[in-house]
């Protein structure tokens, strides 16, 4: 079975500065994976997907994410930080055939000024 | 350019209530979710719907129950409220079109059962 390990549930950066939101996958077949990002009281809202592609993906609003078999990895960067980017953001792998979602515990990012 | 609508946003029951909670989308997309969100749990499936008469039991299906008569609407049920269902709730749904097509989520229904 898939699953999927954030390795921070809590991660804050000034305003300006970077941001690395760290995810571990584990998966029996090549996965499809996800970011979303959650603002308050609102649903989740896509970043971007990995689907055996090119490994670094770009997403919206400047996020971009690498896919890293080799460590079973697929962190969220992001070279500078706004505070509009202050949410929690979900890592996301897909069952088999891609229509069941297993989703990490996600990270809430807080952006200092 | 509705997406995906919950209604209730809000809504207090009190244990042993039943309640309905409604889910409609206006893109034509077959697949619709039902997830429950608790604090640092990420998003659970309760139940999901390939097609207009078809559903299946997800993660954790116990104590709801799913209908899906048309393409628009597929409501969750909860028959007899307990308060371990208090939670907010998700509506998604997903094109059929090939696999892996990214969910479009509600706003969500915050539920409280006391």
């Known amino acids: 079975a898939q699953s999927v390990t954030q390795l921070d549930s809590h991660v804050s950066v000034s305003e300006g500065t970077p941001v690395l939101l760290r995810c571990n996958y584990s998966s029996s077949y090549s996965p499809s994976l996800f970011w979303y990002v959650q603002h308050p009281n609102k649903g989740l809202q896509l970043l971007l997907k990995y689907t055996s592609a090119a490994t670094l993906v770009k997403g919206i609003n400047g996020f971009e994410a690498e896919f890293k078999k080799s460590e079973t990895s697929f962190h969220l960067t992001k070279p500078s930080a706004h505070m509009s980017d202050a949410a929690e953001y979900f890592c996301v792998v897909s069952d088999l055939y891609g229509n069941k979602l297993v989703f990490g515990a996600g990270t809430i990012l807080r952006v200092k000024s | 350019n509705a997406g995906v609508t919950q209604t209730p946003k809000f809504r207090i029951l009190k244990i042993g209530q039943s309640m309905t909670l409604q889910c409609t989308q206006d893109?034509?997309?077959?697949?619709m979710y039902w997830y429950r969100q608790d604090p640092g749990m990420g998003l659970k499936l309760i139940y999901y719907s390939v097609g207009a008469g078809i559903t299946d039991k997800g993660e954790v299906p116990n104590g709801y129950n799913v209908s899906r008569s048309t393409t628009e609407d597929f409501p969750l049920r909860l028959e007899l409220a307990a308060p371990s269902q208090t939670s907010v709730y998700f509506c998604?749904?997903?094109?059929?079109?090939?696999?892996?097509?990214?969910?479009?989520f509600g706003d969500g229904t915050r539920l409280s059962i006391l």
């Open positions: 998604a749904t997903s094109t059929l079109e090939g696999s892996n097509q990214p969910q479009h």
């Open positions: 893109m034509n997309h077959n697949y």
